[in-house]
């Protein structure tokens, strides 16, 4: 895949961390390549609650050194992190079509599956780096779709959010 150009600058740059890409960093399991020791397929993502007027979740993408294979593929392996609103680190904002929401692929949140659209987890395969972690606010992963409270403070932060964010792509 040759680099492309978002990929060079430096507010994207900005948006990349080593924090979980090391095996040594207890806070995240990491399966060898190619490993077969997942968790069983009931062990669903649970959200932690946010504070709903000043936080907001961003997903720490792990690098694709780290992601498990199942069935021969690749899939990806996140953390969610929540942060107050004003003390969030460099990350990138994904504006994208969801696509057919009953089309979906599994990636993992920590050891809990997390189920996404087809296009997100295209996405995410195409935004992953090899060997260091990336941050995103993905609306359908970062908001729990299943609490309306919550979905509804976040969609009328979506604007600040996406001016907040070091880079957005959409």
Known sequence: ??????????????ALTTRFSFRDDDSLRVWPDGGTDF??????YQYHPLSPSTSIRLLYLLP???????NGEPVAVGELINFAVDQTPPYV???????DP????????????????NNLA??????AEEEN???????????N???????????????PIYRSAAVVLA
């Open 102 to 117: 009953n089309a979906r692929t599994p990636i993992f949140i920590g050891t809990s599956c997390f189920h996404v659209t």
């Open 122 to 127: 295209v996405a995410l395969s195409y935004l």
């Open 133 to 143: 972690t990336l941050i995103l606010w993905v609306d359908a992963i970062c908001i």
């Open 145 to 159: 779709q299943a609490d309306d409270a919550e979905k509804n403070t976040q969609v009328r932060r979506m604007g």
């Open 39 to 44: 968790p069983a397929a009931g062990s669903a």
């Open 93 to 99: 904002a994904l504006s994208y079509t969801w696509g």
């Open 1 to 14: 895949m040759s680099e492309t150009p978002y990929r060079l600058t430096d507010a994207y740059k900005s």
């Open 64 to 70: 694709r050194r780290c992601w498990p294979r199942i």
